[in-house]
C-alpha cells in the first residue's frame, strides 16, 4: 500500500499527497488524481467542498494547527 501523507497548511487547507480515496456520505467516489496533491477545505467556505477553492483567504478563517510531541 502507498504512503498517504496530510499535511496541515498555515491558515489553508489539508493537502493529502499519495494514492487515496475520497468518497461522499453516500459513499459514491470523488475522482482524483493520484499523483497530484489534493486541497481538502477545512474552513468550510469553499463552493467546491469538501476541495478547498482559496475561500480561505478571505473568509477570515485563522487555523494554524501544529502536532503536540509525545509526552508533552
Not at 26 to 52: H, I, M, T, W
Request: with cysteine; glycine share 12%.
Amino acid at each position: 500500500m502507498a504512503e498517504v501523507t496530510i499535511t496541515v497548511r498555515p491558515r489553508g487547507p489539508y493537502l493529502v499527497q499519495g494514492n487515496v480515496r475520497i468518497v461522499d456520505a453516500d459513499g459514491n467516489e470523488y475522482p482524483v488524481d493520484p499523483s497530484k496533491p489534493v486541497a481538502l477545505c477545512r474552513c468550510g467556505a469553499s463552493q467546491k467542498r469538501p476541495f478547498c477553492d482559496g475561500a480561505h483567504k478571505s473568509c477570515g478563517f485563522e487555523g494554524d494547527d501544529r502536532a503536540t510531541p509525545p509526552g508533552a
